[in-house]
């Protein structure tokens, strides 16, 4: 199995930063693609970025230009530094990690328990 474990959430003022990280372990054989979604109160879960393990980046048009996501692959640790943040980048964050355990199994998605982001107006 694979265990995420995610750090740095908090509580920060609008136009503040935060930096996330989460880190992968267990018996992998290789991790493929990692990302970083949220969810606020009484919204559905969304996709804020993603990184495949050969660097490409996606976002979300809403965080463009002020979070950054990046990877060291040799921890198996994924950032998201977010710069600017907003009262309405509040939400619960969860890391994101599509892995195989062997050579031969396929990917499979695993989760991290999440954690808080508040950022106050």
């Known amino acids: 199995q694979v265990q995420l474990v995610e750090s740095g959430g908090g509580l920060v003022q609008a136009g503040g930063s935060l930096r996330l990280s989460c880190a992968a372990s267990?018996?992998?054989?290789?991790?493929?693609?990692m990302g970083w979604y949220r969810q606020a109160p009484g919204k559905q879960r969304e996709l804020v970025a993603t990184?495949?393990?050969?660097?490409?980046?996606n976002y979300v048009d809403s965080v463009k230009g002020r979070f950054t996501i990046s990877r060291d692959n040799a921890k198996n640790t994924v950032y998201l530094q977010m710069n600017s943040l907003k009262p309405e980048d509040t939400a619960v964050y969860y890391c994101?990690?599509?892995?195989?355990?062997?050579?031969?199994?396929?990917?499979?998605?695993?989760w991290g328990q999440g954690t808080q982001v508040t950022v106050s107006s």
């Open positions: 990184i495949t393990n050969g660097g490409s980046t």
């Open positions: 267990g018996s992998i054989f290789r991790i493929n693609a």
């Open positions: 994101n990690a599509q892995a195989q355990l062997t050579y031969y199994s396929p990917s499979n998605s695993y």
